[in-house]
């Protein structure tokens, strides 16, 4: 080995590693797929509790991370299964619990009965743990001969690494010392049940000083099954999330109005997009034994409709306008979690989005976006049709094929939206909301930045969704 060389010293072995660390032992086939089980399960157990936390999670921009950590996970998930797949591995068994102690660990962080818990346990203990597992792996298996795997880890290090770095700045804002100390014990819960199994690659030797081989750990906040919280709910910042006083469509398809001040309808229902990530999150933990194919299509999805609400929120901050002053409502996703079964819910997600796709629908919005000379609307329209495309053709994956019948599918989210009761006028005599039009003041907001003086008719403009639904036809069942 002293002595051998490459051609002309170029690096050997495609540049993968030196000729030393191929020389290794590494870990067998059954090691190796061992242990990518464990990392596989931990994806997907953080691709669960992100998801199933989304919606009852206040914080905007946790709701944001969350829909994009699901994401991620999801994406490793597939990858995994696949390289598992290539390893003469059948039956793959890739639903099995790797080990009873991350079993604990992950369903006391999904049972986590608060932000703070809950952004620890993912970004401070889980995700760390999958790093370092994701780590040894590349560090112990032979880089030639299990270079998939190693590719497969690498990628994945990237994005638990982005996640982490998200964790740990925003625990450094919402969780101080004290509070840190408050969770100490369960924190150290969390410790035991990684020590008991070894660390998540289950390498390390099993047991710790407070807890020692053979002693299982107890659970706390997972005695009992977690049932999961699908009633959305929102920060601050959304003061009036029953408001439905802004008809956005109506103006939109109103020839009578000019692109510009349309531009201000299509950010505000670009950042009420956050009610869609809401609403496929209990679609999502609502529908179970479907292949895992469904959960990553419809988790990209629902990242997709996050990034959607950003480009809004974005759009506004670009205007210098505070967002806060328009009254983004939650009311389609409460209703949809709340009234209807999964496929109900998403029979009424497939029939909006085939409706988008006519010439009327995104086509329209990037026209309106082109013809307002406010390029970031054009820019985001554009993908959010490009978006919405896709999104049509998982409807066709996954909702359609339920139905012989490509019209009864539609006609069938047509009549699951149509029994959607929206309580308009209840909320009102509740003192929910007063549905105050606040349009006249986002519209002349936005004409002080652009040094025009208001119009008249467009400041007028007082539609609201009283009786007209976002397809434009009319609520039946409007109370
Ligand atoms: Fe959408
Ligand atoms: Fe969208
Ligand atoms: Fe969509």
Redesign the pocket.
């Given at each position: 080995m002293q002595t051998y060389q490459s051609y002309k010293n170029i690096p050997s072995l495609a540049g993968i590693c030196t000729m030393r660390d191929a020389m290794k032992a590494g870990l067998s086939v059954e090691e190796c797929v061992t242990r990518l089980k464990r990392c596989h399960y931990a994806f997907k157990r953080l691709h669960q509790i992100l998801t199933a936390r989304l919606t009852a999670e206040p914080i905007y921009e946790l709701k944001m991370a969350f829909s994009l950590h699901a994401h991620y996970c999801a994406e490793h998930v597939t990858a995994l299964r696949k390289r598992v797949g290539e390893m003469r591995e059948p039956p793959l068994g890739l639903d099995a619990i790797p080990d009873t102690h991350l079993e604990i660990f992950f369903d006391e962080i999904l049972a986590a009965p608060t932000t703070e818990e809950l952004l620890l346990g993912i970004y401070e203990k889980a995700l760390p743990a999958l790093k370092g597992a994701l780590a040894v792996h590349m560090q112990d298996t032979n880089r030639l001969a299990d270079h998939p795997s190693v590719r497969i880890c690498k990628f994945a290090l990237l994005e638990v690494n982005e996640m982490i770095d998200f964790g740990k700045k925003t625990i450094e804002q919402l969780i101080d010392e004290d509070a840190r100390h408050e969770h100490a014990a369960w924190l150290n819960l969390l410790d035991d049940c990684l020590n008991a199994a070894g660390r998540l690659s289950g390498t390390a030797q099993p047991g710790t000083a407070r807890l020692q081989p053979g002693n299982s750990v107890q659970r706390r906040q997972s005695v009992q099954p977690y049932k999961p919280n699908f009633f959305p709910k929102r920060d601050k910042r959304f003061p009036d999330p029953y408001n439905m006083a802004v008809n956005a469509e109506v103006f939109l398809y109103d020839e009578k109005f000019p692109p510009a001040p349309k531009t201000l309808m299509m950010f505000y229902k670009r950042l009420r997009e956050i009610d869609?990530p809401e609403m496929m999150a209990s679609i999502i933990a609502e529908t179970p034994g479907k292949p895992w194919a469904y959960y990553a299509d419809m988790t990209r999805?629902l990242w997709?409709?996050a990034r959607?609400a950003m480009m809004g929120e974005v759009g506004f901050v670009a205007l210098g306008i505070d967002w806060q002053k328009v009254m983004v409502n939650f009311t389609w996703s409460m209703a949809l979690n709340t009234q209807l079964k999964p496929i109900e819910r998403h029979a009424v997600l497939y029939y909006i989005?085939q409706g988008l796709m006519p010439k009327n629908g995104k086509r329209f919005e990037w026209e309106v976006g082109l013809a307002s000379h406010n390029p970031l609307s054009a820019l985001f329209q554009d993908y959010d049709w490009a978006?919405?495309v896709l999104?049509a053709r998982i409807g066709r994956d996954w909702y359609l094929k339920e139905f012989d019948d490509p019209k009864k599918a539609v006609q069938y989210g047509d009549e699951c939206w149509s029994k959607v009761l929206m309580g308009w006028e209840t909320w009102r005599e509740k003192g929910l909301t007063q549905h105050r039009n606040w349009w006249p003041d986002l519209y002349k907001e936005a004409c002080a930045n652009w040094n025009i003086e208001p119009d008249p008719e467009i400041l007028a403009y007082n539609t609201s969704y009283q009786t007209v639904r976002a397809d434009l036809k009319n609520f039946s069942a409007s109370a």
């Open positions: 869609v999805q997709d409709e959607h989005e978006d919405e999104h």
